[in-house]
């Protein structure tokens, strides 16, 4: 199946940081990747969707601001979390899809911020 | 307002039964729908698809779509211990593609026990 691959895994970083989150797809075309954040025993709420070489489309209730999004390429999405503050401490996963692959998951970042 | 339901759970079945698991949404003109499989602590994993009417099966899973009921299920049949786990419906925006956003509902907590 398609592979997507996130990194870094895990985070632990102190207030006040910026975070920089790398979503690849490996073996095909992702023309659109979306990213995600789950809270412990919630849904997934979609925080923004990004179309390769276009600016993001943000959810209602997401700062653009902190969450900077850049898709260049049609295989690297990055989510920069700016300032993070320890309400942002959440698991932050990301999905790519192609013109003939759905949406597959990243393994996920889990950041927690002290 | 789209919507995806799902009855949260948990969904109790021994091992070697027949697990059923249900989803209806309210977006009439949806027209592609999909089970994920999150285990704790993990990100989703894409296990079906359906797009037309009637039965698609994979090994041990089975998806059932009725548009005209728009409801949509999931059987998993001789359930395993390691089929416990968090499962999401998820269905595609009508008018988008079949790899565009995603409405989640909930997620059906399974368990199967020996």
Known sequence: GAVVSQHPSRVICKSGTSVKIECRSLDFQATTMFWYRQFPKQSLMLMATSNEGSKATYEQGVEKDKFLINHASLTLSTLTVTSAHPEDSSFYICSASGSAQPQHFGDGTRLSIL | ?114
Not at chain 2, 24 to 48: A, C, H, N, V
Not at chain 2, 56 to 75: C, H, I, M, P, W
């Open chain 2, 1 to 114: 307002q789209k919507e995806v339901e799902q009855n949260s759970g948990p969904l109790s079945v021994p091992e070697g039964a027949i697990a059923s698991l249900n989803c209806t949404y309210s977006d009439r003109g949806s027209q592609s729908f999909f089970w994920y499989r999150q285990y704790s602590g993990k990100s989703p994993e894409l296990i079906m698809f359906i797009y037309s009417n009637g039965d698609k099966e994979d090994g041990r899973f089975t998806a059932q779509l009725n548009k005209a009921s728009q409801y949509v299920s999931l059987l998993i049949r001789d359930s395993q211990p390691s089929d416990s786990a968090t499962y999401l419906c998820a269905v595609a925006d009508a008018g988008g593609t079949s790899y565009g956003k995603l409405t989640f509902g909930q997620g059906t907590i399974l368990t199967v026990h020996p």
